[in-house]
């Protein structure tokens, strides 16, 4: 049974409607794949075992989209009467009073969720370990981490819990995990699928996005739980229809390997310069592009998280200090730092990055560059804190090559993996390459992304 929870949404729905299987018994499936695996990975915090089999029953899988298949939801995403948490001791009994929208919107396809997937405290880092339930541990190394913050909802894709879960991305929390889990993880447009998962509307950094195993199976997500929505503001886009053909011949593609900044690991840097170059194959072009990256850039990123932080979560630390992630604390302290006139100069700073960022896109439709600069690190914070710096050459040294790309926040950007690691250090650990698109054109970094998923399983 847990080998149907295996197979991609398109799979599971042509079971579905050839009546070769039911929901009850995909939902029977998934929950064996998670009993299987959750003592070695970690990577739901709760399980709605009984829920998910009266919803399979009752589904009318006909309907099709998303209905009758298995599916997760973050830790951090509300669903009214269950158990939401966000990776917090604080929180750690708290149930949900509301249901967010991209919750709704994945029910009313009727999707049935199986359960929720761990995270940092609040979303916080890029590596998913808290307090209150441990580390989640990558699939492919169990000593190696996930990455962060949607780690849990990888984790539970690439081990093959469920086709699809849910993730939010403020920082890269669904494109860091996708690309070290080996999995394909969309950032779409601000405002593509309302966000209300926060106390503030106008939030301009955070979105909700999909973790998947193939491309396809991020379209499923994309086109349930798309707007327009007035319950977000930002969620103006006119529905995305999925185009009939995903050929990129004639597309023209900008290829940074370092973005003007960062330190990119050998094996990473030739496993995206490969790809760039098949894809010429499809009849893209390919020419090299230098945004010119700052490490500043990321300090600014660093300095919005901090006021996020402390403007969400600051009021908790008179209280529960003793109980919280000591770097969450650090976050929060770091924000409240900062001034309102700081804190609007920041946007200044902002729309410079904006305009070097989307420099490249004025002559190419989408911008290709690593995911992550080096392969994961150790499975716990702990151990990842105790590791030797890397040697200081003048270069970003950070292994996140995404959280900047939330400055512009308005780009679609998809990680899709693109090789492993050859090493004997790293070997078999998955490569992910970001595609980076204009505003709105979701469809055209989908079927860039399709093409790499084309070359890697031929």
């Known amino acids: 049974m847990s080998e149907l929870s295996s197979l991609s949404v398109a799979q599971q729905r042509a079971l579905l409607n050839s009546?070769?299987?039911?929901?009850?018994?995909?939902?029977?499936?998934?929950?064996?794949?998670?009993?299987?695996?959750?003592?070695?990975?970690?990577?739901?915090?709760?399980?709605?075992?009984?829920?998910?089999?009266?919803?399979?029953?009752?589904?009318?899988?006909?309907?099709?989209?998303?209905?009758?298949?298995?599916?997760?939801?973050?830790?951090?995403?509300?669903?009214?009467?269950?158990?939401?948490t966000s990776g917090s001791r604080i929180f750690e009994h708290n149930v949900a009073r509301h249901t967010d929208a991209v919750v709704q919107k994945l029910l009313d396809a009727g999707a049935i969720i199986v359960g929720s997937t761990n995270t940092p405290e609040f979303a916080h880092a890029g590596i998913t370990d808290n307090l209150l339930w441990g580390a989640t541990r990558n699939p492919h190394n169990h000593e190696r981490t996930t990455g962060g913050s949607s780690g849990g909802s990888a984790a539970a894709v690439a081990s093959g819990c469920v086709a699809l879960a849910e993730g939010s991305d403020m920082g890269g929390s669904v494109r860091i995990p996708a690309s070290w889990c080996g999995i394909v993880g969309l950032k779409p447009s601000l405002g593509r699928i309302p966000m209300t998962a926060l106390p503030g509307l106008f939030d301009t950094l955070s979105h909700h996005g999909p973790l998947a195993r193939t491309v396809d199976d991020a379209w499923e997500f994309l086109l349930a739980t798309q707007g327009p929505s007035l319950s977000d503001p930002f969620s103006v886009l006119s529905s995305l229809s999925r185009p009939t053909s995903s050929s990129i011949d004639g597309i023209s593609i900008g290829l940074s390997i370092d973005l003007g900044c960062w330190d990119v690991d050998p094996e990473i840097a030739t496993a995206v310069r490969d790809t760039a170059k098949q894809l010429t194959g499809f009849g893209a072009t390919v020419h090299h592009v230098d945004p010119q990256f700052t490490i500043r850039d990321g300090a600014l990123w660093l300095e919005m998280w901090g006021i996020f932080m402390a403007t969400y979560y600051g009021h908790l630390v008179d209280e529960h200090q003793s109980i919280m992630d000591p770097?969450?604390?650090?976050?929060?302290?770091?924000?409240?730092?900062?001034?309102a006139v700081d804190a609007k100069r920041m946007e200044i700073e902002r729309t410079d990055f904006w305009n070097r960022a989307t420099s490249p896109l004025h002559d190419h439709d989408v911008l290709i560059c690593p995911t992550m600069s080096q392969a994961p690190g150790p499975a716990t914070k702990i151990d990842n804190m105790s590791r030797p710096a890397l040697p200081d050459n003048g270069l970003c040294q950070t292994e996140d090559m995404t959280s900047v790309w939330n400055l512009a926040s308005p780009l679609p950007i998809v990680s899709v993996p693109c090789g492993r690691h050859p090493s004997i250090t790293n070997a078999g650990l998955p490569i992910g390459l970001q595609v980076v698109g204009k505003p709105g054109r979701e469809d055209q970094v989908l079927a860039v992304a399709a093409a790499i998923e084309k070359m890697q399983t031929n």
């Open 19 to 84: 009546k070769q299987v039911s929901s009850r018994e995909l939902v029977d499936g998934a929950l064996a794949r998670i009993e299987q695996v959750q003592p070695d990975l970690n990577c739901f915090v709760e399980v709605w075992a009984d829920e998910a089999r009266e919803r399979a029953q009752s589904v009318d899988s006909s309907q099709g989209g998303l209905a009758g298949i298995p599916i997760a939801i973050k830790d951090t995403s509300s669903w009214l009467g269950h158990k939401s």
């Open 327 to 339: 770097l969450v604390v650090w976050l929060i302290q770091l924000g409240e730092t900062f001034s």
